[in-house]
Each structure stands twice: as structure tokens, then as C-alpha cells.
DNA sequence: AATAAAATTCACTAATACGAAACAACTATG
DNA sequence: CATAGTTGTTTCGTATTAGTGAATTTTATT
């Protein structure tokens, strides 16, 4: 696995940030790659020393954001518990829920709800239709937005100075060899989105899973998300997911966008 | 609604803990109560200055537990991100998403899977059934551990001592006229939940909202947690949940921890 | 356009987070 | 069972820096 730089922690030294916070960031980051970890272990990994660490670790535990059984220290389901109200905040979530419960089931593939969070794609929803899961995309997963159909779709819609904004900012790293790298590829392809109503992903962000992803977007013209089913190349033809599929993500955006409208 | 103190976040003054971490976590559970807030209401809320509470929200910002939009600050959603990484990482949560499908199906309520995490019940995972959401419990909610269903079904495979611990610390609490709040009423419900293998939350957590849970643990007597069915009590009957619903419970849970015996 | 309010930046200082080392608790090993 | 070797926890002095309050810029309001 390559290191993009996902978990962004490095320490910054401008005036302008609290030095300890970040501290903690970094030891919350590197709890998370372990999933559990020692005192000594994080001490190295962040090259704090051994007291500070313990001094976080135990204002996090207090916190409820750490958990310490014996000597393991862990991540606590308080990040969780924030992070579902934060996802519960959007509006029409139980709405949303639903629909992509419809097109689980309709599809039998998993039918996911994306949003955008500064440069990045992130899976709110997810629901898994019969034919089981073919993982990548957790909820809560960030990607980068030129990786996912949904972040294409999002994309698609927004001011083309928003965009390149975007790539200046993160540029256009590369997943697989069908990655859209290049700012002009990237710009073709989302005049064919904008063209088409719809978003796919040929194993741009995994090899072997398709996606076709459709943009949410409210009376005012504002983003939302963007819906998208997924599945591997094998079960989702390219014809399937520009004809049928596409249709039924879109018969779902728009009554998902009609009740939003009225509430 | 009655304050529990639920987002324990007062400062302790003992030279143990990290107060600008402290002071953040303040930050983090007021904007999470108001879903936005801007610098000054943070500021007054927490009795910071307002240059202070700026500095922590550039901070929560770039590590993305922070958004903000014009002058209004949320939280974000690496919290989700984290929350759902966590989860995750329980061993056999596949298994478990599946199993509360087939629950959420079979019933047509909602079936939820709880963990304990300190003195609090977590719900994990939750899937609801054609009945449609009779809410109260999203995923990653805390509740008190002797307030549900789920909760008392992990508590009867405590030790005593065990329980009587969490009592001390966190008292018994009422949520409303139902709800436990003497200890030999909670270890006579705990004998009895234990005779019978399941336990019932009778409007105990919120008026009308009925459940039973039935606990999970692995070979080695670790608990796991609890599956359990809710529903409002005019639905569910009594009865019901006592013979055919405790039953299929049971039976996923079963199978369950057979599967998770195997791997 | 003028005024008000809120956000951001700045400089200074008191608070405090950090490192190093001592101490305690637990593991492994002979 | 004793001893050496880890690892976690606590203590303490000091350098860092987080916080305050005021100045400055930005945004909203009249």
C-alpha cells in the first residue's frame, strides 16, 4: 500500500494551530492504523516521549475516545457516537436510508449515499442488496474525489473554477492504471458526465468494481451527494450500468430531490 | 429532558490529564449539541476566549473533525470516518450485519447489536425491518447500561462484584417510571433474566418502546454483546417477545457464536 | 455608505505540556 | 522462584505554548 499522505498529520509549526491537539491527532492516527497499540509503541511512532503520551492517552480515555483494557490501548466508540449524529445531521437521512434501501434490493448490489467533505468523497450509507458484498467503501470511508463515480458525479456539477481549485489543492493522484490523472482527461470527462446525467468508475479506484453514481442536488443548485451502485466488473456490465441501472438511480434522486423540496 | 450529565466533560484539575485537550473536547460536545455554532457562541459556551476557541477550531479543522462554511462551524466527519473504522474492527462483524437482517426481517422491527464499552450500552449495528423505524437508539448511541434491553441481557453474565462496581460508579439513574433505580431490583431482574436467557426492557429507556435482548458470548465466556429487537409496545406484544421473538433470537445468536467459534 | 457584529490575527504572559529520569508493575527467562 | 528486562505510570523542572484581551479584518445590517 502506498503512502498518499491519507492520514494528513503532519505537525505544522505556524502560530496558528494548537501544537498538542495535533500531538493527539497523530497518536489517534496511529491507534487507528494498529487498532491497538502500547504506550512505548506510540511513543516511537509519533516520537513523543513516553510520558506525554501517557498523559493523552489518559485525557482521551476520559474523553471516552480511548479505550485501555490491561495494556491495549484502542480507539472508543465515542468517535462513533459523534459521528453518526454528525452523518444523522443531513437532512432527509431517513429518506435517504430508504432509497438506497430500494436500490439494494431492485439491483441486488450495494447501493451507497456520498458526500463531499473539503477535497474528498465520503460514504455516509450503505446498504448491501442480496448479492452480497463486494467491499472497498466502508461507511465513513474517505476517497479522493476523482477516484469514485459518486465524487465524478459531484464533480460534474460544480463551477469549473471549484474544480480546478480542488486540483491544485490535492492534485490528481492515481489509484489503478484507469485513474483519471490529467487535468484535461478529468475536464472531458466530466462534460460527458454532465452530458450523460451520470458518473461511471471502470476500475478507477479498485480493479475490477463498477460503479455508476448520479448527483443529488437541491432547488438551489446545491450538492448534496450523489448516489451510486457498485459492484464487480464480472456481475455489472458497462451496458447494464449506462441503461437500466443508471435509470433506477435516477428515478431515486428524483423523488428523493421532489421530497426534499417539500419539507 | 433532565441533564445526566451525559457528555461528561468537565475539567479535572488533577495534573494528570491534558486541559487544552480537555478544552477541545468541551468545544466538540457543544458544537455537537447545536450542529453549528460560530466562534463566540463556542467562546461564551465553554468560557474561553474567543481567540482561544479559534485557535482549537483551525486545529479540529485541518485534521478534519472540524468543518466550516462561511462562519459557520460543524463537526466533521473524520469522526464518522474513525467511528466506523473501529466498529469494524470487532471480529465477525459481517457475520453479525447478516444475522440482524435476517432478525430485522423475520420480526419486521428493528434489531439492533449492542456493546458495552465502560459503564455504557453502544449500539453497533442496526437494521430495520418493513415496519419501518421506531427510532430512539441510532447507531453509536450510549445509553445506561441498565436502561435496556440489550444492556441487562450483558449484565446478567457479569460477575456480581462486577456489576456492583458499574453501580457504584454511575448509579441507577431513571429515564422514566419503569426504569430500575434500586439495586435489589436490578439483581433480582438480572437472576431472572439469567434463568430465562433473555432480557425485556419494558418502557424501561423511553415510554412505549418495548425490547428483549439476548446476549452473546464467545467460548471462553467474553461477552460480546447482545442482539436485540425493539419495537413500539403496541406491536409488540408481551407474549410474543417472550416465546417466538426471544426464540429467534436466540437462534441467531446461536449460530452466530458458533460461527464465530470456527474462525 | 455607515454601523454593528463576528471572525481572525497579534503580542505578551501565565499556564502547562513535554522530556528525562525515577518508580512501579508486569513478563519473560534462567 | 528469583532475577533481568519490558512496559506503564508518576514526578519535577523547564521551555513551550496555549490562552487572554485588544487590534484588525471580514462580513452582515440598517
Redesign the interface.
Known amino acids: 500500500m502506498e503512502n498518499t499522505g491519507d492520514n494528513?498529520?503532519e505537525a505544522?509549526d505556524d502560530g496558528?494551530?494548537?501544537k498538542?491537539?495535533?500531538r493527539?491527532?497523530a497518536i489517534?492516527s496511529e491507534l487507528?492504523e494498529r487498532?491497538v497499540a502500547g504506550v512505548t509503541e506510540l511513543a516511537n511512532a509519533t516520537g513523543l516521549s513516553k510520558g506525554s503520551v501517557h498523559?493523552?492517552l489518559?485525557?482521551?480515555r476520559?474523553?471516552?475516545f480511548v479505550?485501555k483494557d490491561d495494556r491495549a490501548y484502542?480507539?472508543?466508540?465515542?468517535?462513533?457516537?459523534?459521528?453518526?449524529?454528525?452523518?444523522?445531521?443531513i437532512e432527509g437521512n431517513?429518506l435517504i436510508q430508504e432509497k438506497l434501501r430500494e436500490l439494494a434490493e431492485e439491483t441486488g448490489e450495494t447501493a451507497q449515499f456520498t458526500?463531499r467533505?473539503?477535497g474528498r468523497a465520503?460514504v455516509?450509507y450503505r446498504e448491501t442488496g442480496m448479492q452480497g458484498?463486494f467491499s472497498k467503501g466502508?461507511?465513513?470511508?474517505?476517497f479522493h474525489i476523482h477516484h469514485t463515480a459518486a465524487g465524478k458525479a459531484m464533480l460534474a456539477q460544480m463551477p469549473r473554477e471549484e474544480v480546478q481549485r480542488l486540483i491544485d489543492t490535492y492534485g490528481l493522484t492515481a489509484a489503478t492504471e484507469n485513474t483519471i490523472t490529467t487535468e484535461t482527461a478529468l475536464f472531458d470527462e466530466l462534460d460527458k458526465v454532465r452530458k450523460q446525467g451520470f458518473a461511471i468508475n471502470e476500475s478507477e479506484s479498485t480493479r475490477g468494481l463498477r460503479a455508476v453514481a448520479v448527483p443529488i442536488v437541491d432547488s438551489d443548485e446545491n450538492i448534496l451527494g450523489a448516489f451510486a451502485i457498485a459492484g464487480p466488473a464480472h456481475r455489472l456490465k458497462h451496458e447494464q450500468l449506462e441503461n437500466e441501472i443508471s435509470d433506477l438511480i435516477h428515478r431515486s434522486v428524483n423523488e428523493l430531490e421532489l421530497n426534499l423540496a417539500h419539507s
Chains 1, 2 share one sequence.
Open positions: 494528513g498529520c505544522s496558528r494551530t494548537l498538542s491537539l495535533e493527539s491527532f489517534i487507528k487498532e498523559k493523552h489518559a485525557t482521551l476520559a474523553g471516552d479505550t484502542r480507539l472508543g466508540l465515542r468517535f462513533l457516537d459523534i459521528g453518526a449524529d454528525v452523518r444523522n445531521q431517513t458526500v467533505e473539503h465520503v455516509l458484498v466502508r461507511v465513513g470511508k474517505r
